[in-house]
């Protein structure tokens, strides 16, 4: 047993976590700042956050991904990151060339206390930015919420610091802050988007960057991401659509504070009913109707389901990663007549109870859930182990349960350290719901294959 | 490669690069500050505490105090192994899958952490009743002025039957992860080592210092002693327990693999114990094969290096066989390895045997001595850096104090030369005119493979798809692609095979489309290398 210390009496534990739903917000910054054309994150602080984001980045995306640090020692620890963050602009932009720099906190400089919008005017009074070059920076302390807040908040700042003001006559494009979710489901947003005629501006946007071809070169700075030209551009937008609260409403209500864009916050589109909701949404804010192609795809989905829905039909599922996540996860799960009972977010915010509530409340009464300090995944499985589940659905460190338990296990959500193809392949959309329709059958098939005895073995399922 | 630089930065990397020559004695400049901005590839102390000395410990509950990320990021992402299998009911424990963290929050930032630590002690013993828990601090720990060792001592003495000891090991602490690892030596010298009086029984009684398992290359080594007859008291630390920590003191030597990350422990333990310490190396199959023979040397009867002698020449047999299934794929090929503090220099001997050339090579936290030789230690300048870090001051334990080697033993060892307290450091074994980098950073990295196209180039994850953007395969050789174990006959068996793999697969010979190649033969069409961008670069 890998996890053998675990029991199933939960014991009201009031400080220490166990093996948490969630890490910390300088990543989500981090993973956000790749998602601009041309740009390279730093990471204020001592170095090992960086090392740590890097590698995590690294793992699940199996990309480059580049990223400055200030390099504290003892010194500047003491005596602030001022120098630190002054000489890493000057040495940034004469050896890598890019086009923004954007700066994240760490615990570190926050709790010396820091001010990163002091230091980049500093750097600029002195000549430190080169000309025709931006900085970008978000205050990202990792005992403050969790690695959604840091992506949140790196969104907030692109909007805060890039978006034009004052443009009274908005244009016919639309904003969408996509979330933190994978390069191939930006692909995919901007693909339905683009098949209803829609103008568009995507940030963050990671596809084209942590899903670059193999040519034989690095190439440093990717084909994709935001530029800053339509983070600018963001500012005369008529609307901005945040997918899930957690990761893009602050980028929202940071553009209608300065530009006055209009938000509207939506569900990540993960399932039927939520890319219902969006591509509604969207089609009546824009007046573009959704094509028939797209109307085909949504058929095939529910085609598919129909077809299979025996195979899914109250089956006990197991969740836990983001509160965006797993609130359109746990909505899908009821559509597809299957139970999500257990779920946990290390992320905090109130909102979570009562929209988990709503969505789960009536048709699973069952369900338990959890957010924030001390939801974590040591708690699930404790859940787990007083009642089990047909089905695990999380990130790579799920696979300790799955083997302890013998449960069937999809990977979704961040990290996936174990598998490939969870970038290239989207999971939102209907094309996403296709792909995890597939998945989920694949894993309890898979299982009854494997368990059904040689005279109930079946040949066509 | 300096060009790019501004002068500042391009003075102080200068004296990081060497053009190695055997003739001369040269100085390299190491374990210094990295430079801000530059991308490297090092880590922090508390990487080096926590991650990789305390890390690999089964049956010690690591709780990280601070936020949540640090603790996050160094679950179970090293690869250490360990078993179970074989140890009594009562030593089964292993908290290695687990991350215990205290998660704080604003609020303990603002009024301190420590009661929100000893209430996580206190949860984690009611939980399991560990026999020990290693509280390690990160970066705000240490300037909320959390007084962690006393929080630590107040809970062993409450507990009675679990101690508690603490790690200062804040990510500023010192230039790398190689603080961490002095830090943590001290402390397991402090509080584990020589706390259990009770002697394993064994005629050749060893502790192996500085492998941590990865992959299993402890395993590996654990059978080759045990198939000499020599007993394992613990490794530090890889497939370890505390219980072997605790009576590490009556081995009679102490072999050391990474010089970098354990010296400190063996130095101590030779002081306070008695106990010599020798370089090993058990990476390579003919370094294995010497490393035991030192090994029988030391002890110095005739049985157990006849026994030594029959085992490798039995292990050998494969191992050539292997070697020569390989020689094909990879002679004649280069290899460029920046990694570790060990590392780069080991793997060195596996290329070798592979009848390919180490063309450039460096360590991303190692010290002077690491690439000079101990020799040179009385020579480095202590900067304040490594001030910082404590330096125990440790004396002879009179009761316990055991003369291994009479000075006469000792001298007539080392005229049939035998090295004790030696390291001769990688520039020693690297060929003239090979390059020698300390702290590489990406963008030298980059040069490096577009000027000498090696064939494989070693380093760690953060490196590996860049460096495979540019056409060149990358071994990692943190976690070794989650291949291996590496170490002994056993693993330089699967790294001939493994290597052979990567220098010879298809996929390199798939870079670009037929239609791009033929752009770029046909001499009218200009093959467009500048980096794509989205519209035309923004300018004021
Ligand atoms: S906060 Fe400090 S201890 Fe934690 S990863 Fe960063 S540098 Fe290391
Ligand atoms: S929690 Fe804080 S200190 Fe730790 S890795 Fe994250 S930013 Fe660094």
Redo the contacts between chains.
């Keep these: 047993m890998l996890l053998k210390h675990t029991t199933a009496d939960v014991a009201d534990r009031k400080a220490l976590t166990i093996n948490p739903a969630k890490t910390c917000q300088p990543i989500g910054a981090m993973y956000a700042a790749l998602g601009i054309h041309g740009c390279m994150p730093h990471s204020h602080g001592s170095q090992g956050c960086c090392a740590y984001h890097r590698s995590a980045l690294t793992r699940h995306y199996k990309e480059p991904v580049m990223a400055g640090t200030s390099s504290f020692t003892e010194g500047a620890s003491v005596f602030g990151g001022q120098a630190n963050l002054l000489a890493a602009f000057n040495n940034i932009f004469s050896i890598y060339d890019p086009d923004v720099v954007a700066v994240h906190s760490t615990c570190l400089s926050e709790t010396i206390g820091d001010d990163l919008a002091q230091i980049t005017q500093k750097a600029i009074d002195e000549g430190k930015i080169p000309e025709g070059k931006t900085v970008i920076y978000a205050s990202t302390p990792s005992y403050v919420g969790s690695h959604v807040t840091g992506f949140s908040n790196m969104c907030a700042a692109m909007a805060e610091q890039m978006a034009v003001e004052g443009v009274e006559v908005k244009s016919p494009t639309i904003n969408v802050v996509p979330g933190w979710v994978e390069p191939a489901d930006m692909r995919e947003i901007k693909r339905l988007l683009k098949a209803m005629k829609v103008t568009s501006i995507m940030f963050p946007d990671t596809s084209d960057v942590l899903d670059a071809p193999m040519t034989g070169k690095h190439q440093f700075y990717p084909r994709g991401g935001v530029t800053l030209n339509e983070l600018r551009d963001s500012g005369k937008s008529r609307k901005t659509y945040c997918l899930g609260s957690w990761a893009s409403a602050a980028a929202g209500e940071a553009l209608w504070k300065k530009s006055r864009v209009p938000f509207e916050e939506m569900s990540l589109p993960i399932g039927i009913k939520a890319t219902d909701r969006f591509l509604a949404a969207v089609s009546k804010e824009t007046s573009c109707p959704v094509p028939q192609s797209i109307t085909d795809e949504r058929g095939r989905l529910v085609d598919m389901v129909a077809d299979m829905q025996n195979y899914l039909s109250g089956k006990r599922v197991a969740l836990w990663g983001d509160p965006d996540q797993l609130l359109s996860l746990a909505e899908f799960l009821i559509d597809l007549d299957m139970k999500p009972v257990y779920m946990v977010s290390g992320t905090p915010g109130k909102a979570f109870m009562a929209k988990m509530e709503a969505i789960v409340g009536e048709a699973v009464p069952e369900a338990k859930y959890k957010n924030g300090e001390r939801a974590d995944m040591f708690l699930m499985h404790q859940w787990i182990k007083e009642e089990g589940v047909d089905l695990l659905i999380g990130n790579t460190y799920g696979k300790y349960i799955s083997r302890d338990e013998d449960i069937p296990f999809i990977r979704a959500g961040f990290p996936i350290y174990d598998r490939a193809g969870h970038s290239y392949f989207p999971t939102v959309g209907y094309a996403g719901g296709l792909r995890l329709v597939e998945k989920i059958l694949d894993a309890l098939m898979d299982r009854q294959d494997r368990d059904s005895t040689e005279e109930k073995f079946e040949l066509v399922m | 490669m300096l060009e ?3 002068a500042k ?1 391009a003075r102080k990397r200068q004296k990081a690069i060497v053009i190695n020559d055997k003739t001369a004695s040269q100085e390299i400049q190491a374990n210094v ?15 080096g505490c926590k991650g990789v000395v305390l890390g690999p410990t089964r049956d010690i509950i690591n ?1 990280t105090h ?12 090293r690869r250490n192994q360990t078993t179970v299998q074989g140890q009594t009911p009562e030593n ?4 290695m ?10 609020s ?2 603002v009024f301190g952490g420590e009661k ?2 000893r ?2 002690i206190e ?2 013993y ?3 009743h560990p026999k020990a828990i290693g509280v390690f601090a ?3 720990v ?3 002025g959390d007084d962690i060792h006393q929080v630590s001592k107040e809970c062993t003495e409450k507990f009675g039957d679990c101690n508690v000891f603490a790690f200062s090991c ?7 992860q190689s603080a961490g690892h002095h830090i943590a030596n001290n402390q397991l010298f402090k509080h584990v080592i020589g706390t259990r009086e009770d002697a394993p029984e064994g005629k050749y009684k060893i502790n192996l210092l500085g492998e941590y398992n990865i992959g299993g290359d402890a395993f590996v080594i654990e059978d080759i002693l045990a198939k000499c007859g020599i007993t394992l008291i613990a490794s530090f630390s890889g497939n370890s327990a505390y219980n072997k920590f605790a009576h590490s003191h009556h081995a009679d030597l102490n072999a050391i693999m990474c010089h970098r990350s354990i010296n400190y422990v063996a130095e101590m333990m030779e002081t306070k114990y008695g106990i010599p310490w020798i370089k090993v190396n058990f990476i390579g199959a003919e370094s294995s094969a010497k490393s035991l023979r030192k090994i029988a040397q030391y002890f110095g009867d005739a049985e157990l290096i006849d026994r030594v002698e029959k085992v490798i020449a039995e292990e050998m047999i494969p191992v050539e066989e292997a070697r020569k299934a390989a020689l094909p794929k990879t002679e004649g090929k280069s290899a460029m390895l920046f990694v570790g503090g060990s590392r780069a220099h080991h793997y060195q001997d596996l290329f070798t045997e592979l009848g390919m050339k180490s063309i450039a090579a460096g360590y991303e936290f190692g010290h002077r001595d690491d690439y000079e030789g101990r020799e040179i230690i009385p020579s480095i300048k202590i900067d ?2 490594s001030r ?1 870090i404590e330096e125990l001051t440790v004396t002879k334990d009179e009761e316990r104090f055991r003369s291994r080697l009479s000075d006469e033993q000792k001298a007539k060892l080392e005229k049939a030369g035998l090295k004790f307290k030696d390291y001769e450091g990688l520039m020693t074994d690297m060929e003239s005119e090979t390059l020698v980098i300390d702290d590489l ?3 030298e990295m ?1 040069v490096l493979i577009k000027e000498y196209k090696p064939d494989i180039f070693c380093a ?3 490196e ?8 060149v395969p990358l071994k990692q050789l943190h976690s070794y692609d989650y291949g291996g174990p590496y170490a002994g006959f056993e693993g330089a068996i699967n790294f001939y095979k493994d290597i052979a793999k990567m220098t010879s697969s298809k996929i390199w010979g798939l ?2 489309a037929p239609w791009e190649k033929e752009k770029t033969l046909s001499a009218s069409v200009v093959h467009d ?1 500048k ?5 035309e ?4």
């Design positions: 790019k630089y501004p930065v500050r990295t430079v801000p901005g530059i991308i490297t590839q090092r880590g922090c102390t508390y990487a709780l601070g936020p949540i990320g640090c603790g996050f990021y160094s679950w179970l992402t089964q424990e292993n908290f899958t687990y991350c215990f963290s205290t998660d704080m929050q604003d303990n930032i929100k630590l209430q996580s949860e984690a009611a939980l399991v990160t970066c705000p240490g300037l909320i804040e990510g500023y602490k010192g230039v790398s304040a850096d910082n950073s990406h963008y980059e760690g994850i953060k590996k798809y860049a460096v495979q953007k540019m056409g870079i670009g290398t980096p794509v961008k989205k519209e670069k923004e300018s004021a």
